[in-house]
């Protein structure tokens, strides 16, 4: 069985997904990674955008020497995966995403980034901001914010997974979203499952868009199912 391969969202780290592990099956060989700039990361000035993220990602498989793999990647993983794939679908047998956001815009970008502002978010909830320092240290969190912003800005002048593109992935995908998710709608992930030659769409009841606030059981058993055909 292919490994599966399990990718972090925006400002996030592969840490984040300790209460998945012991959830899933012993037989499955689970690996993580950290995006660059994230979880500590070396931040490159030069590559913090999707496209090199997706070539970070196929470089790591290459250096790992993982010919193949299942992915499950979370809001901004998801999307890393799926651009990944575009370029190289032989590496990936199946890709599972959660609340990751297919419908950019410019509005869009400029709505999410309003959430960025380091200063505002130290003031305002400060605890979150010390996670985001201990999560990305040494590196600096407000660094890894202003990038993130600066990358959906991009994705909302040229979103890269337009319908068109993913009409033409044939790899096996399930989309998947919170229903009481505020950043990703029902709506915009099931447009998205519906160009998708080898779709499936699952919608994860009670949930938000926090990995935080994940029901990790559930999680664990939409994973299990549909990678179990791999």
């Known amino acids: 069985m292919e490994p599966l391969l399990l990718l972090h969202g925006a400002l996030g780290a592969k840490d984040q997904f300790g209460p998945l592990l012991p959830l899933l099956s012993d037989n499955l060989p689970v690996l993580s990674v950290n995006l660059p700039g994230h979880g500590g990361a070396p931040c490159p000035t030069d590559t913090f955008h999707i496209e090199g993220f997706a070539d970070f ?6 250096e790992q020497r993982l010919d193949r793999v299942q992915v499950f990647g979370y809001s901004l993983g998801g999307y890393v995966a799926l651009q990944a794939a575009r370029q190289q ?3 990936f047998s199946r890709i599972f995403t959660l609340a990751t956001k297919f419908d950019w ?3 869009v970008a400029r709505k999410e980034t309003q959430k960025l502002d380091p200063q505002v978010l130290a003031a305002k909830v400060p605890a ?25 800005h991009q994705l909302g002048q040229k979103p890269l997974l337009s319908p068109h593109e993913l009409s033409r992935l044939e790899v096996p995908v399930r989309i998947a979203v919170g229903d009481k998710d ?4 029902v709506e915009e992930s099931l447009a998205a499952y519906r160009q998708l030659p ?3 769409f699952h919608v994860l009841p009670n949930t938000k868009h926090p990995l935080e606030a994940v ?3 559930q999680l664990a058993h939409a994973l299990q199912h549909f990678f179990s055909y791999a």
Do not use: C, F, I, K
């Open 182 to 185: 505020q950043m990703v709608s």
């Open 215 to 217: 029901d990790w059981p």
């Open 198 to 200: 080898n779709g499936q």
């Open 105 to 107: 815009s410019p509005e």
């Open 89 to 91: 679908p032989q590496r």
């Open 128 to 152: 979150y901001a010390q996670v985001l320092q201990a999560r990305h240290a040494p590196q600096d969190w407000q660094e890894v914010l202003y990038r993130t912003a600066h990358l959906m």
């Open 57 to 62: 990602l196929l470089n790591w498989l290459e």
